[in-house]
C-alpha cells in the first residue's frame, strides 16, 4: 500500500454535489464494490501471493475503513437507511469483518440481518415495497435480493446459516428469492411500473440466483 497513491479509508467526498455538498451519507453505497476487494485480498492473502507484510498493510487498510463507517456520521446515517442502502452498508461491513476478522462486527452485521433488514425490509409476499415505491422498482427489487443474497454468503457458517433463517412472521430469504425469480424467468409479468431508465436492460445473469443456487440446491436458480 504505497502511501503516496492509495485511497484514503473514506467516502468523505461521495456523492457530493456542486455548490450543495461536499459528501453525503448516501454515497457510501459507491463502497459496495469493495466487498469484492475484501474477498479478493482475501484469497490471495490466503494462498500467499500477497506477502504477509503487505497484508498486513491491506488489513490496516481496511480496519480504517471499517471504523470511519461506523463512527462518522456519514456512515452512521446510511447504516440506518431503510432501503437498500442499509442493505449494502452491512454486506460491506461484514466483507471487511470477514477479512479483518472482526468477530464483533461479524456478529453485529449477522443480527442486523435477523432483526432489521429482513423484518423491516420484506413483506409477507417477499417483495420489497421500498424498492417498488420508486422510480426504477424492478431495477432496485433485484439489487436489494441480489445484496441480501451476497450478505447471506458472506456470513452463513455451519452454525449460523442465514439462508435457512426465517423470521416468527415467516420472512426469509427463500420467500425473497421465490417472490422474484418468476419475474426474471419472464419480465413481461412485472406486476408493476417499469423502471424509468435502463430498464430494457434488465434483468442481468442476477448474483442471488448463483448464491440461492448453490444454497438450495437449485440448478433452475442456476441457469436462469
Known sequence: MDTATLMN?????AQA????????????????HLV????SAQVLIDDRIIPEDKAEKVKSWFRSFLNWMTTHPYGIDELNAKNNHGTCWVATAAAIAVLVNDESMRNFCTNRFK????????????????????TKPYGYSLFNI????NLAQILSTSGENLWNFETADGKSLKKGI????????????WPFAKDIYIWEEWPTRQSALLFAGLAYNNV???DT
Open 9 to 13: 479509508p473514506n467516502m468523505l467526498y
Open 17 to 32: 454535489i456542486w455548490g450543495r455538498f461536499t459528501g453525503r451519507g448516501i454515497g457510501l453505497i459507491d463502497a459496495y
Open 178 to 189: 421465490d417472490y422474484i425469480y418468476p419475474f426474471i424467468e419472464q419480465k413481461d409479468t
Open 146 to 149: 441480489d445484496a441480501f443474497c
Open 36 to 39: 469484492e476487494v475484501a474477498q
Open 220 to 222: 433452475d436458480y442456476i
Open 115 to 134: 432483526t432489521v433488514l429482513l423484518p423491516d425490509q420484506m413483506a409477507a409476499d417477499g417483495s420489497f415495497p421500498l424498492e417498488i415505491k420508486r
